[in-house]
């Protein structure tokens, strides 16, 4: 066994101090040139990356521009290996995914980024279009809600009416217009006095079975710019299907008459269009208006009323060689055995009462020979049209 | 033999045991201190060696692959095979260590070599480990990292002259550094080398290990970021019946596993038995066939296939496919590791693992539709499921998943799948794949399944009712004498037990009591007062036999023996009660029967 002198003991020591301390200094020194060579290495391993990945999605963006979503995705995905979590990549990859119809990827990998996003309002406006796709009706609607509500970055204010307009469109493919035409009446409310945008929400509201606000939005249109032809001929249509049909004819004139004009404008007349102008241009002679004068007036009535006998006469003829008159064609045929079916000029004359009893009988008949007989054709077709809105011409 | 030396390192020989006994004597604690700011060394080393390394492999990977590799590119067939030409040679000629995965080559330095790996090997796996997957073969940059992180640990306690025992245990301290940082999971590595490296928890290893691991993970972070290695999905489980498709998911787990295993323990014996020339072209032959593989379609098996894993949690693949890339990807791993190119198979059990997940998770999304679970979830619990049974580590696969996905609502299903899948493969492989390696390489490693569940025996197990007289210590001597004149036949009662007055024990030998007899006065006059020091206790002095209870290691009685012949075993709850009592013979008995 080896003994230490005290002298011997002490110098060892040291010696083991310094030898450690040395020893780990060294130490210290290879791990600082160490980490200085990694970090340098890694700055331009980093910067070769990003070149990389910069390159790869320029590549998918133009790809995805370009309509090859298939390319796109490949692009993308190497530029997410060399930039993973890269946010605009990732955005452009799930959305590639679901241009490519891959519609159960792109969910997954929208859903991913809400993760981290719940708010953003791009996010959650394809997650509502991928739900659409997929059939999730209430998750489509949900996620459209939240990206209304989301944040958007530019112009927030058109991205969310865009998005308004995009659901109220899904409400009228899944038939709930009630909520279609909520959405597009608060668009409209927080829209500005825009041409192309009234147009829309007018098509909209058409498509949402609101004829009356779509109505509205026309006229907008029609007072801002009086010759849009796609504003004169939806108005003129909705204007003639509900009972407006001096409304229709002057705003199909107008449409004519532009026509005539500008024949370079792209929407052309249709023959519907010609008939309804016909159709009004004949109710408009037909219809015994308030507005016109007593000896006018009561002269439609009768012509009226001599349409709707011979009307009267012909259904029931018909129907007694068939089966005998029904229920409905006995009431009628009391009915025209009253004053109303007897009344002269002369009474109808002095009697306004009268008058609008004649032409109720005429309503009347034409309403129900309609239902019993088929529907009529010429004059008494007109008159089952006034019939459906009797007062809508009158003041 | 030429495997085992291509596995265990030689130790240089070096005059230190001069040096350490010195030190040991001038410096006491100087060890411990060193240890621990060594760890934190170590860490922060390794950590930047595999940063670097994961470095080496990318730019490799660009260098030689491309920035976007894609299917019939010729040089998908060309670079791997001249890439394992490369490796063949330099493996051969200038790094012969640097064969496998680094994890039975850990084992060995520590089991082995004294915890010795050389600096070339260090090299060599960095340099070759990179070239193979950087160029395309199927292999993974973990267990490479974890030896890489053991060389380190390695090479720098040597520096600092730490005892034997110190040094052995520094390599498992640097593999967790280097797991650790390849890994992203700071447990789960330091799980890993404790389940499969020591085999056993250490207190005395315990906390080198976290220190390290965490240094490594620090390190590791700066340059890389806190993000998880992959984008983790959704993770939501409702419906407790859904566990069931998660169990389904552990049965094709677990055949799964086994097919791996097979197909390795199939392949590599019989390649290296292969002539020397001819093992010179595997790695190149290897190449070539993982290549193929890539050209006609399946680009995603190359490599580490970390991005592969990353498309399939997030529904990218079609089941079909899924299962066509989990098949493929153990041909393609089989083929690159059984034809000893360096890499590691955590990556590529991770790829099969989460591709078969994924696999279930949409075939039972389609089949299914009711569950709630993403195709994600499947995939991220079908990687535990195969680390689990092909590599036996069953908490680390648990851990490892909870630690990557960040959520703990995924417990449930992962221990289920996980049990099962590790039961399917222990039942029908009883040998884990990485000790059937070190068997292939005729090694003897200690198995680390049997480390586990060794069943460690206890005093209890050894203890015999006392049958051996008790004498109080409290009595005077000549109360004991009168108390011995008892026993008949004293001459054959060898040994006495003594409860002394604090209630412990003294195991005294007939001959010592002899001897209290032969000293005391022959006649003692009734009028003088005994003085306190006459009583037993006090004549045997202030030494007591060792408290030892029943529950302690059997083990812990062999150091008494030599200086007390029976060793009584007391009550934890009731301090002095006697057990029982153990010789060394029924010590050795124990065993015997053991």
Known sequence: MMTLQTEDYSSLKRKLILRDSLTFLSLLLVTIVLFLMTFFLFRSFTSHRQELAQRWSARGQAALNAGHPDQAIVALRTALSYAPGQRSCELLLAQALGDAGHTEESFNYFLGLWETQPGDGFINLSLGRLAAKKNDIQAAINYYRASIFGTWQGDGVLRRREVRLELSQYFIAHHDLSSARTELLITGGNAPEDVPLSLTLAQLLEKAQTPHDALTYYRKVLAQEPKNQIALQAAARLEYDSGHFDEAHRLIEQTMREQETSPSTPEAITPRYEEMLEDSTRILELAPLKKLPNNERVTRILQARALAKKRFATCSTQLSVASGLSSPLKDLAAKWTSKAATASRAALLNDPTQQDSTMQLVFDTETQTSRICGPPTGDDALLLQLAKFPKAMEP | ?594
């Open chain 2, 1 to 594: 033999m030429e495997d085992q030396t291509a596995m265990a390192e030689t130790e240089p020989v070096a005059p230190i045991t001069l040096r350490e006994d010195m030190i040991a004597r001038i410096a006491p604690g100087r060890e411990e201190r060193v240890f621990l700011l060594l760890s934190i060394f170590i860490g922060v080393v390794s950590g930047l060696l595999v940063v670097s390394f994961r470095m080496a492999i990318e730019w490799l990977s660009v260098l030689l692959l491309g920035s976007s590799p894609y299917p019939h590119q010729p040089r998908l067939l060309y670079i791997p095979a001249a890439a394992g030409l490369v490796i063949a040679v330099l493996t051969r000629y200038v790094f012969p260590k640097v064969r496998g995965s680094g994890i039975n080559q850990t084992k060995a330095a520590l089991y082995i070599s004294n915890g010795y790996i050389s600096f070339r090997t260090v090299i060599g796996k960095f340099l070759l480990s990179a070239l193979a997957i950087g160029s395309g073969h199927s292999l993974g940059p973990e267990d490479p990292s974890l030896q890489i992180g053991a060389g380190v640990a390695s090479l720098i306690s040597r520096r600092f002259g730490m005892s034997k025992e110190k040094l052995r245990i520094f390599a498992p301290i640097g593999a967790a550094a280097g797991l650790a940082a390849a890994f992203n999971a700071p447990i789960s590595a330091i799980l890993f080398v404790i389940e499969e490296v020591i085999g056993q928890w250490s207190a005395a290893v315990l906390g080198s290990i976290v220190l390290s691991a965490v240094a490594s993970v620090v390190v590791a972070r700066s340059f890389w970021g806190a993000q998880p290695m992959f984008r983790i999905p959704v993770i939501d489980l409702r419906d407790s019946r859904e566990l069931l498709a998660y169990a389904a998911l552990g049965v094709v787990g677990g055949f799964a596993s086994l097919l791996f295993a097979r197909c390795l323990s199939y392949l590599r014996p019989k390649l290296r038995s292969q002539p020397q020339w001819s093992q010179l072209l595997q790695p190149a032959v290897a190449g070539l066939l993982v290549g193929a593989i890539g050209y006609f379609g399946l680009v995603q098996v190359m490599g580490a296939g970390y991005e592969a894993i990353d498309q399939a949690m997030h529904a990218q693949f079609a089941w079909k496919m899924l299962l066509l890339l989990a098949l493929f990807k153990i041909i393609a791993t089989t083929l690159s590791f059984s034809s000893g190119t360096p890499g590691g198979m955590f990556a590529p059990t991770l790829f099969i693992g989460a591709m078969l997940g994924a696999a279930v998770g949409t075939f039972e999304k389609i089949y299914f539709p009711h569950l709630t679970g993403t195709i994600g979830s499947y995939a991220l619990v079908g990687m535990g499921v195969l680390f689990a049974a092909f590599l036996r580590a069953p908490l680390t696969s648990v851990f490892m998943v909870l630690e990557v996905s960040g959520n703990y609502s995924i417990v449930l299903p992962v221990i289920l799948a996980n049990t099962i899948a590790y039961l399917i493969s222990r039942v029908l492989q009883p040998i884990p794949i990485l000790e059937q390696f070190t068997h292939q390489d005729g090694l003897n490693l200690p198995s680390m399944e049997e480390l586990r569940e060794e069943s460690n025996l206890h005093l209890e197990d050894a203890m015999q009712p006392f049958t051996v007289p008790v004498l109080q210590g409290s009595e005077t001597i000549a109360d004991t004498l009168n108390s011995l004149a008892q026993y008949e036949d004293l001459k054959s009662i060898p040994i006495f037990l003594v409860h002394c007055s604090d209630g412990l024990w003294y195991t005294a030998k007939r001959e010592e009591l002899e001897a209290l007899a032969a000293n005391q006065p022959e006649e003692q006059d009734a009028t003088t007062t005994t003085p306190p020091a006459a009583t037993l206790a006090g004549h045997l002095g202030p030494e007591r036999t060792p408290v030892l209870f029943p529950d302690q290691p059997l083990s812990s009685a062999l150091p008494h023996f030599q200086r007390w012949p029976l060793l009584p075993i007391t009550n934890r709850a009731i301090r002095g009660s006697l057990e029982g009592t153990v010789t060394l013979q029924d010590v050795l008995n124990r065993y015997q029967k053991h």
